[in-house]
């Protein structure tokens, strides 16, 4: 926690991700994270039978038709991808790992989705 001249508190990490990143910037091909190993999508690479570049993700979207509608819903997005590329940015006592994804909205659940 760090106490701004107008006395008002911000957290740490606030104030580490306000500055710009450090000069270095890494780029891997494949990483271990969570006991889940990943790998990008290289199309230079010779075709596998399987490979750890799929990925998923739910969105919850909240639709409604203008802004002083009374009937919100929310709505569950599917959404599968390949990862194109994982980047690691150094920040002051933080390192913060981006994976940049291809996306496909599936609009029809239990259909196989081609990529």
Known sequence: MRQMANGVVVDFDVVVYFCPPLTLIYTYNNMWAYGNHYMVD??????????????TCIF????CSF???K????AN?????????????SYIGQ?????????IHVHML???TVV
């Open 60 to 63: 919850k979207q909240v639709n």
């Open 95 to 103: 390192r913060v790992t981006l994976m940049k994804c291809s996306w």
């Open 71 to 74: 009937d919100i819903v929310m």
């Open 42 to 55: 290289v199309e230079t690479w010779p075709t596998h039978a399987t490979y750890d570049n799929g990925v």
């Open 110 to 112: 239990g259909n196989a």
């Open 67 to 69: 802004i002083q509608d």
């Open 77 to 89: 997005l599917h959404y599968v991808g390949m990862l194109k590329e994982i980047i690691v940015v």
